[in-house]
């Protein structure tokens, strides 16, 4: 498969000195549902916005849909649709006049641009509600409509950054269907950013996770989740983060066999094993032995976000995940 994106020791640096991304190399194959995951600053936008010639490289090479970038960025330009994080509709025009306008920024006009507004809103459900002004659509209508922009040239790649911030869960969902299904059934290649785990889970085929301006892990959603080592378990102290208390605990769950690692994060004790239903068992015992009672303890299937841990010693969001919680209290062994 052809590469539409070649990215080879991208260097930005901002006008005060920050370097704000260092030194990246990455590609993306023709047809690939691409995913940048990372937390706000990690680099994901700043990186976008070089590759979408908005924005200048200190040093480094960037190929876009065959085009250099130093060379044609014209070219660029016409090759590509960008769905920034700010809804870019204009409230005074229809639903329908947005995409004409839009259209015509692209040349194109006649019965082509005519069809080609009635498929987008179709697409993306805004055939019903084409002629009131956009003005009055809901957060997750402008979103939907400012996707449709986006594509209105029928471009061989769409660039996300971070596409369903601040939409509620029914609108992301919908904006998730949309964009599978550009991927699968009209072979439209999309470089997404995000800080949703949830979303680059499922949409994408392979991520590249950033953070402080660098590369840190790469590979599909499932193998950067395997090679954790099986579930996990968290351990909490309510009201207590003592440093001797949180050593002792990660010497405690050390000697417990079937532990394959343990990681320190800024909330909890984080342990991975294989059968983690199993082996909590084994871990409440092995802490009960010398005291160490945790306030609650949770269950669940490593995620992208265990991965982000495991790499930097921190999550990419702060708000506690959903897990399944068990009591300790309520364990007994006999």
Same mark, same amino acid.
């Given at each position: 498969m052809q590469n539409i994106i070649v990215v080879k020791?991208?260097?930005?640096?901002?006008?005060?000195?920050?370097?704000?991304?260092?030194?990246?190399?990455?590609?993306?194959?023709?047809?690939?549902?691409?995913?940048?995951?990372?937390?706000?600053?990690?680099?994901?936008?700043?990186?976008?916005?070089?590759?979408?010639?908005?924005?200048?490289?200190?040093?480094?090479?960037?190929?876009?849909?065959?085009? =250099?970038? *130093?060379?044609?960025?014209? !070219?660029?330009? /016409?090759?590509? +649709?960008? %769905?920034? @994080?700010?809804?870019?509709? =204009?409230? *005074?025009?229809?639903?329908? !006049?947005?995409? /004409?306008?839009? +259209?015509? %920024?692209? @040349?194109?006009?006649?019965?082509?641009?005519?069809?080609?507004?009635? !498929?987008?809103?179709?697409?993306?459900?805004?055939?019903?509600?084409?002629e009131k002004q956009a003005g009055r659509y809901s957060g997750g209508m402008k979103k939907r409509l400012d996707l449709a922009s986006a594509l209105i040239h029928k471009p061989r790649l769409l660039f996300l950054d971070e596409p369903t911030a601040g939409l509620d869960p029914q609108s992301r969902t919908a904006i998730w269907d949309y964009l599978q299904k550009l991927n699968k059934e009209e072979g439209v290649t999309i470089f997404l950013t995000t800080q949703n785990m949830e979303e680059a889970d499922r949409l994408c085929r392979r991520i590249s996770i950033i953070d402080g301006g660098k590369i840190i892990a790469e590979g599909s959603p499932l193998e950067l989740k395997e090679a954790l080592g099986g579930e996990t378990i968290t351990l909490s102290f309510k009201g207590d983060t003592d440093f001797l208390l949180r050593n002792k605990t990660k010497a405690i769950l050390g000697t417990v066999q079937a532990v394959t690692n343990i990681?320190?994060?800024?909330?909890?004790?984080?342990?991975?094993?294989?059968?983690?239903?199993?082996?909590?068992?084994?871990?409440?015992?092995?802490?009960?032995?010398?005291?160490?009672?945790?306030?609650?303890?949770?269950?669940?299937?490593?995620?992208?976000?265990?991965?982000?841990?495991?790499?930097?010693?921190?999550?990419?969001?702060?708000?506690?995940?959903?897990?399944?919680k068990i009591e300790p209290s309520i364990l007994s062994v006999s």
């Amino acid at each position: 498969m052809q590469n539409i994106i070649v990215v080879k020791d991208l260097v930005v640096v901002y006008p005060d000195g920050t370097r704000a991304v260092d030194d990246i190399t990455f590609s993306v194959e023709e047809g690939e549902f691409f995913g940048f995951l990372g937390p706000n600053g990690a680099g994901k936008s700043t990186t976008i916005k070089a590759l979408t010639t908005l924005l200048h490289k200190a040093s480094g090479r960037i190929s876009v849909a065959g085009y =250099d970038l *130093d060379q044609s960025p014209r !070219e660029i330009r /016409r090759s590509i +649709g960008v %769905l920034s @994080q700010d809804t870019a509709v =204009d409230g *005074d025009l229809t639903g329908k !006049e947005n995409l /004409r306008f839009q +259209g015509r %920024l692209e @040349q194109m006009g006649g019965n082509a641009l005519t069809k080609r507004v009635e !498929e987008l809103l179709k697409l993306v459900q805004l055939d019903n509600v084409a002629e009131k002004q956009a003005g009055r659509y809901s957060g997750g209508m402008k979103k939907r409509l400012d996707l449709a922009s986006a594509l209105i040239h029928k471009p061989r790649l769409l660039f996300l950054d971070e596409p369903t911030a601040g939409l509620d869960p029914q609108s992301r969902t919908a904006i998730w269907d949309y964009l599978q299904k550009l991927n699968k059934e009209e072979g439209v290649t999309i470089f997404l950013t995000t800080q949703n785990m949830e979303e680059a889970d499922r949409l994408c085929r392979r991520i590249s996770i950033i953070d402080g301006g660098k590369i840190i892990a790469e590979g599909s959603p499932l193998e950067l989740k395997e090679a954790l080592g099986g579930e996990t378990i968290t351990l909490s102290f309510k009201g207590d983060t003592d440093f001797l208390l949180r050593n002792k605990t990660k010497a405690i769950l050390g000697t417990v066999q079937a532990v394959t690692n343990i990681i320190d994060s800024d909330e909890s004790v984080i342990v991975y094993t294989k059968n983690a239903t199993q082996v909590v068992v084994d871990v409440v015992v092995a802490l009960g032995r010398d005291n160490v009672r945790p306030s609650f303890l949770s269950i669940s299937s490593p995620t992208l976000d265990d991965v982000f841990l495991q790499k930097t010693g921190r999550r990419i969001r702060s708000e506690e995940l959903s897990r399944k919680k068990i009591e300790p209290s309520i364990l007994s062994v006999s």
